[in-house]
Each structure stands twice: as structure tokens, then as C-alpha cells.
């Protein structure tokens, strides 16, 4: 599971809890994270996506998730940022050095232009990768736990074509959930 994600998006700070607690109740699963900040949370959304990069890369990949976890705890949303003042009570000097270089600026654009190559442009957005087939389905919104499993079983079962890669998680006209 690829999620596309913004730190100030309020659809995916609601989402998160709900897909780690997925997550971690099947433990086949693996969690990739790719940031998407939108325009309109500029600049709040890049510094968050920047913070989080710098926490997982200078101390790992729980690191990361802490991070991300605290992020979506403090921040105001739609682009308000953190509160004035507020720091991240974990921020390591290692971490503190990657937010004074570019590295992180490099990864959240080449993610940001990946998302866009694939048609990928709302948030939380989650690509299923099944890792024998190499088949993929996009998910736009947030998709429940019942709902993901079906979309990872059919993935799994073949039953996706290639040319038909996307799947919405909301309700088409009349059709029921």
C-alpha cells in the first residue's frame, strides 16, 4: 500500500489513525509513503513533508512514522501549519542538519512529480501493488478496512486488468456502498 499523502490535508490527518490501525492488524502489509503536498497547503505542507523526511532519514524508518503521527497531532490543516512556535520535541541534530540542506526538497518534488505521471492529483490516495503480479490499482479517498482487503484481494486474484487501474472509493450515483 502507497499512500499519497499532504501533512495538512484534513482527509488524510482523519485517515491516518484508521489506516495504521489497518496496517498494523495485517502484519503482510507494507506501508509506503509518498508525499503529495497540494498548492493550495503551500508552503506549511512541503515544511511538514520536509521535517518528517528529515526524521526518517536521520533516524529511521519508525523515526518517519513518529514523525508523521506528530505532525497530523499538532498542526492547524489547510495549510495553517504548525502553531507559531511549536517545535518537534524529537528533531535530532542529524535531523536538524537534513533540514538545512536540500536533500529533502529533492524527494518530496521527484515524489510529487511521480504522482502526477500517474494522474494521481487528491489526497489521501493509495496505490495497491501486488508484489508477485506487479499488478497496481488506485484508490482516490480515503478506503475503509473492509473495503481495502476486498481491493487487495482482487488485486491478488488477477481479477485486475492492467488497462483498468483505477477503482473509486466513493459511491458512483445510486449504487450502494
Not at 498548492?39 to 518528517?52: D, G
Not at 485486475?160 to 473509486?168: D, N, Y
Request: hydrophobic share 40%; with cysteine.
Amino acid at each position: 500500500v502507497v499512500e499519497y499523502a499532504d501533512l495538512e490535508c484534513p482527509f488524510c490527518r482523519a485517515y491516518f489513525a484508521v489506516l495504521k490501525r489497518w496496517i498494523d492488524a495485517h502484519p503482510d502489509v507494507n506501508w509506503q509513503w509518498h508525499h503529495l503536498p497540494l498548492t493550495t497547503h503551500e508552503p506549511a505542507a512541503s515544511a511538514s513533508a520536509r521535517l518528517v523526511e528529515c526524521a526518517g532519514e536521520a533516524d529511521g524508518q519508525a523515526a518517519f512514522w513518529q514523525a508523521a503521527e506528530w505532525v497530523y497531532m499538532h498542526t492547524r490543516g489547510d495549510g495553517q501549519g504548525l502553531p507559531e512556535g511549536l517545535r518537534y520535541p524529537a528533531l535530532t541534530p542529524a535531523a536538524q542538519q537534513c533540514l538545512n540542506s536540500e536533500r529533502p526538497d529533492a524527494l518530496i518534488r521527484a515524489q510529487s512529480e511521480s504522482a502526477a505521471q500517474e494522474g494521481i492529483k487528491v489526497t489521501p490516495t493509495l496505490r495497491l501493488q501486488d508484489r508477485q503480479s506487479g499488478k497496481t490499482l488506485l484508490l482516490h479517498g480515503p478506503v475503509e478496512g473492509d473495503a481495502l482487503l476486498s481491493a487487495i484481494d482482487l488485486l491478488s486474484a488477477g481479477a485486475a486488468e492492467a488497462a483498468s487501474k483505477e477503482m473509486p472509493a466513493e459511491p458512483l450515483g445510486d449504487m450502494p456502498r
